[in-house]
């Protein structure tokens, strides 16, 4: 079932853009800090490994919500054809985190003698790698105008 949501009025052109790209920073970071937050509760009760994977959808699903309701505009699809978008972006944005999380807390922390708090931030710096590209996924494949919908602002 589709939920009918306000477009988000805005001017178009570049300023616009460059306004949905802060707005989707600004959810990013609160989606990253409740990955973060919870792959450290995960952590506590499996491996690091499987923590990053399960902390990823909480994070991946505040992300979903709140995208849908500040940055970008209504769709015209129903709510599980843009979580299932969602979803297929950040499959690519989670083995982009798994891989620099891991690399990092595995491999090169250890390899310069770096200890200080490593898988935390290992997985910090893993959370921010796909910021970009999940950005233009979002905006052209996760919530792109359904075909009859209003085209976006």
Same mark, same amino acid.
């Given at each position: 079932m589709?939920?009918?949501?306000? %477009?988000?009025?805005?001017?178009?052109?570049?300023? @616009?853009?460059?306004?949905?790209?802060?707005?989707?920073? =600004?959810?990013?970071?609160? @989606?990253?800090?409740?990955?973060?937050?919870?792959? +450290?509760?995960?952590?506590?009760?499996?491996?690091?490994?499987?923590? +990053? =994977?399960? &902390?990823?959808?909480?994070?991946?699903?505040?992300?979903?919500?709140?995208?849908?309701?500040?940055?970008?505009?209504?769709?015209?699809? %129903?709510?599980?054809?843009?979580?299932?978008?969602?979803?297929?972006?950040?499959? =690519?944005?989670?083995?982009?985190?798994?891989?620099v999380?891991?690399?990092? @807390?595995?491999?090169?922390?250890? &390899?310069?003698?770096?200890?200080?708090h *490593?898988?935390?931030v &290992?997985?910090?710096?893993?959370?921010?790698?796909? *910021?970009?590209?999940?950005y233009?996924?979002?905006?052209?494949?996760?919530? &792109? *105008? @359904?075909?009859? *919908?209003?085209?976006?602002?």
């Amino acid at each position: 079932m589709n939920q009918a949501r306000p %477009a988000k009025s805005e001017p178009n052109g570049a300023g @616009a853009e460059r306004h949905r790209f802060a707005r989707f920073l =600004v959810v990013g970071g609160i @989606a990253a800090l409740v990955n973060i937050l919870s792959r +450290i509760g995960f952590n506590l009760v499996m491996s690091y490994e499987a923590a +990053i =994977v399960f &902390a990823y959808l909480c994070g991946m699903t505040t992300a979903y919500g709140l995208n849908r309701l500040f940055v970008f505009s209504p769709s015209g699809r %129903a709510v599980y054809d843009e979580y299932l978008r969602f979803t297929i972006v950040n499959l =690519v944005a989670l083995t982009l985190v798994w891989t620099v999380s891991v690399g990092l @807390a595995f491999y090169l922390f250890p &390899a310069i003698g770096f200890t200080w708090h *490593a898988e935390t931030v &290992a997985h910090i710096v893993g959370v921010t790698v796909p *910021a970009v590209t999940s950005y233009f996924g979002h905006r052209y494949f996760s919530f &792109a *105008a @359904a075909t009859g *919908a209003k085209p976006k602002g």
